[in-house]
């Protein structure tokens, strides 16, 4: 009886270690995190560390550095997506739209979790041709949105190809290259699924403050040695 239970507790372990979060829940910017935003942008504008910065940025300006900051290789948003987001955001120039940019990032997010669970699929069951020449852009200053699905999931396909390859003649090159990026994709899915809405609202509000002034420091280093949570009771307690 009781190596069966040791058994069990062996395999119920092994079904954890294992576990894929293969589904990603959008998160909500809370009220709280919104009123937090504007006292955070008026103490921006009020602190030494800012006081010379000339604002000029627009919320337009604010939402296409995030899409650059998410996918600069353009290769998970749609062009009729991106420009849907924009134009959007130029409706809403009184302020930044924090609650489109978490829009933006959870579409991001879902659509990373796509991605991998499509490699993994290719890898699994070698569904690409590794003697077809194919070609794959790896300069990314120049790559434009694609237009459809079947352009992204053909891009999705070079690039898991590519991974394949660069492992396969790499200098130390793994015994099971498909197993070692099976598993590389599933971590990127597990991390994903595991975000919150402190790690959203970091993310976005890191890009808003690089376009107040692109030589500031993060939004979440602007004290040394200060963490998040204490800059914003510091912020609030300073009003």
């Known amino acids: 009886m009781l190596c069966k239970n040791s058994y069990i507790k062996i395999i119920s372990l092994f079904?954890?270690?294992?576990?894929?979060?293969?589904?990603?829940?959008?998160?909500?910017?809370?009220?709280?995190?919104?009123?937090?935003?504007?006292?955070?942008?008026?103490?921006?504008q009020k602190e030494h560390y800012v006081k010379n910065i000339t604002r000029s940025t627009s919320n337009e300006e604010f939402i296409i550095s995030l899409l650059d900051r998410l996918d600069d290789t353009k290769s998970y948003f749609l062009k009729d997506e991106v420009e849907d987001f924009i134009a959007s955001a130029s409706e809403e120039e009184s302020t930044y739209d924090f609650r489109l940019a978490f829009?933006?990032?959870?579409?991001?997010?879902?659509?990373?979790?796509?991605?991998?669970?499509?490699?993994?699929?290719?890898?699994?069951?070698?569904?690409?041709?590794?003697?077809?020449?194919?070609?794959?852009?790896?300069?990314?200053?120049?790559?434009?949105?694609?237009?459809?699905?079947?352009?992204?999931?053909?891009?999705?396909?070079?690039?898991?190809?590519?991974?394949?390859?660069?492992?396969?003649?790499?200098?130390?090159?793994?015994?099971?290259?498909e197993e070692n990026l099976v598993k590389r994709y599933k971590n990127r899915i597990k991390r994903v699924s595991q975000q919150k809405e402190e790690d959203i609202y970091s993310l976005v509000t890191n890009v808003l403050t690089k376009e107040f002034d692109p030589h500031s420091v993060s939004y979440t280093h602007l004290r040394a040695h200060e963490t998040l949570r204490y800059l914003v009771c510091r912020l609030l307690l300073e009003k």
Do not use: C, G, H, M
């Open 103 to 177: 829009e933006i990032t959870n579409l991001f997010y879902e659509r990373l979790i796509k991605y991998s669970n499509f490699q993994i699929n290719l890898i699994e069951n070698n569904n690409f041709d590794l003697l077809k020449a194919e070609k794959l852009d790896i300069f990314e200053d120049d790559n434009k949105w694609l237009t459809d699905k079947e352009e992204l999931k053909l891009l999705w396909k070079k690039q898991t190809k590519n991974d394949y390859l660069s492992l396969v003649i790499s200098d130390s090159p793994p015994d099971k290259p």
């Open 15 to 44: 079904l954890i270690a294992n576990v894929v979060y293969s589904d990603y829940t959008n998160i909500d910017l809370s009220d709280d995190k919104e009123l937090l935003t504007k006292e955070i942008i008026l103490k921006f």
